[in-house]
């Protein structure tokens, strides 16, 4: 850094020879140089990174779909129960417009209490 002050102050005075300015110009060229590597490995670590980051989130969301597609294959393998159409040796009249499946059959807020 010292140098290419030194170097500058005598290109700026007419001070500074052939040889010097060719020596700054080889040195700023490598500098430069090397800052344009680091900055590309940097753009190059921060590309990687956001790579990782999408791999991961897409192993997750493979992972949910997973459990989701097991979850609707055991819905789909459960049987659905038939309606109970006799109960207690009684024969139930069965109906599609009643919460609880039945004519005539009610649910109460109280479990020992009946409506009649």
């Known amino acids: ?4 002050r030194v170097a500058a102050w005598r290109r700026h005075t007419g001070e500074a020879g052939q040889e010097e300015e060719e020596e700054e110009e080889e040195e700023g060229e490598d500098d430069d140089g090397e800052d344009e590597v680091e900055a590309e490995v940097e753009e190059v670590e921060a590309v990687e990174a956001e790579v990782e980051e999408v791999e991961a989130v897409e192993a997750e969301v493979e992972e949910v779909e997973a459990v989701e597609a097991e979850a609707e294959q055991e819905e789909e ?5 038939a309606p109970v159409q ?3 040796g009684l024969q139930l009249h069965l109906s ?15 479990p020992y209490t009946s409506p009649l």
């Open 1 to 4: 850094m010292a140098k290419s």
């Open 77 to 81: 393998e459960e049987p659905e129960e």
């Open 86 to 88: 006799e109960a207690e």
């Open 96 to 110: 599609s417009r009643s919460k609880t499946g039945g004519q005539r059959t009610y649910t109460s807020p109280h």
